[in-house]
């Protein structure tokens, strides 16, 4: 591929990114006993990452209008089709706290992360306390887009594009086997990179269609195990050999992948490259349209 199409590929990515990079920054909400008020547009994941861990409920009539997963005190919301108005519960299991949600439709909904901070739980006195404690909770947000925009412009990326970061360090992942992460048929999941940085560590897997159809896939219904953050690179995979048969996908935790997975980690070599020193693209380069 030549060095003006690399940079492209470069530039769309982080493009496709924003939500997770800086192009779309997270807002803080500070609750205030009100409902907290939302958008979402068809198709695009919008978090909430609440101040503990919670669990949602969701009536059986609106299961086909909008998809909601919990874990680890982060509410994940998709929706599925277009709708007037949905009131959700958001408890506490802890506390018996309910956050009432009311989320509008709209298509040119932002994707970004609504993070939400509870007074109740921020030490007095102290404005200066509170900023600390406020800047606690998204400081770990942070870290999930950082990394995930770390590890995509090192798959993507030209080196001398990639600026480099002293606090995130590469993590051995075994690159050969696939691995058992999709609840969806004829894709296959191979790790490609991980890194860790901030207590947290994003792993990178190469989605692959192996079937002769379209195969849509679905950030919360089609992906096993619990997850910090989830990123899609793209939705859709076209039929086996086509230009859009690959994607990425870039999963935040806790934990090393190996771990959840129970995989073996294999040692990994430096990155790839040419012969005239530069770093090599994925297969195809996940172009998709």
């Known amino acids: 591929m030549s060095r003006i199409g690399r940079v492209w590929i470069l530039l769309w990515v982080l493009g496709s990114l924003s939500a997770v990079a800086n192009e779309e920054p997270q807002r803080t909400i500070v609750w205030d006993r009100l409902p907290i008020q939302m958008t979402l ?15 949602v409920g969701v009536p059986d009539n609106q299961k086909d209008i909008i998809d909601v997963g919990a874990a680890n005190g982060v509410v994940f919301l998709t929706a599925l089709q277009s709708f007037e108005k949905i009131f959700l519960r958001v408890e506490e299991p802890e506390t018996g706290i309910i956050y ?18 509870n007074p109740a739980y921020v030490t007095k006195p102290a404005e ?6 406020t800047t606690e909770l998204v400081n770990e947000e942070d870290w999930r887009s950082r990394l995930v925009r770390f590890a995509s412009q090192s798959i993507y990326g030209l080196d001398r594009l990639i600026e480099p970061d002293s606090e995130i360090t590469r993590v051995d992942v075994d690159t050969l086997n696939q691995v058992d992460l999709l609840n969806t048929e004829n894709v296959s999941s191979t790790p490609i990179k991980a890194y860790r940085g901030g207590g947290i560590y994003v792993t990178a897997f190469l989605l692959q269609n ?5 195969i849509n896939l679905h950030l919360i219904r089609d992906i096993k195990y619990l997850w910090l953050g989830r990123v899609l690179q793209h939705t859709q995979l076209a039929p086996k050999g086509s230009d859009a048969d690959q994607t990425i996908l870039y999963l935040v935790s806790e934990k090393p992948i190996k771990e959840i997975l129970h995989v073996k980690a294999k040692k990994v070599p430096p990155e790839s490259t040419t012969s005239d020193g530069k770093a090599t693209s994925p297969k195809r380069s996940y172009r998709h349209g």
Do not use: A
């Open 100 to 117: 009432p949600i009311e989320i509008s439709f709209d298509p040119n909904s932002p994707s970004n992360d609504l993070v939400i901070v």
């Open 128 to 133: 200066k306390q509170s900023d600390e404690e």
């Open 41 to 55: 547009k068809v198709g695009q994941q919008r978090n909430l990452v609440m101040p503990k861990e919670v669990r």
């Open 210 to 214: 192996e079937s002769p159809r379209t």
